[in-house]
């Protein structure tokens, strides 16, 4: 149920980054759900594959090399996505990385974790 909450979560803040960034393209709510599943499914599969070989990185840099393999993701989206989602350059998925990352993180202890 949460991997779903956080599929439609992530499809709102496409909508909503897409609004507010002119180099970020989506073409309806269908496409950022279609879109948030696909980062999904490379979360599960890519990721780990991406953060093994970039360990040492990673660890030189405390952890925040992890939000560059984030903006890579969403680079993959944008290209399994075709069209209907687009972002201009890597500068732009830094930034969105970013700020998932930050929306995600007060999303799950503001609404997810005091529900338990």
């Given at each position: ?74 680079l993959m ?5 075709g069209s ?33």
């Amino acid at each position: 149920m949460r991997w779903l909450i956080g599929i439609v979560i992530n499809g709102i803040l496409f909508i909503a980054l897409a609004g507010y960034f002119e180099g970020f393209y989506v073409s309806g709510f269908g496409a950022a759900l279609a879109a948030s599943l696909v980062l999904s499914i490379l979360n599960i599969l890519v990721r780990p594959i991406l953060i093994l070989f970039t360990l040492p990185i990673t660890i030189l840099t405390l952890g925040l090399f992890l939000l560059v393999i984030n903006a890579l993701t969403l680079l993959m989206t944008d290209a399994l996505m075709g069209s209907s989602f687009e972002i201009d350059g890597f500068g732009l998925a830094f930034l969105t990385a970013i700020i998932m990352s930050i929306v995600n993180i007060i999303i799950q202890k503001a609404v997810i974790e005091p529900r338990k």
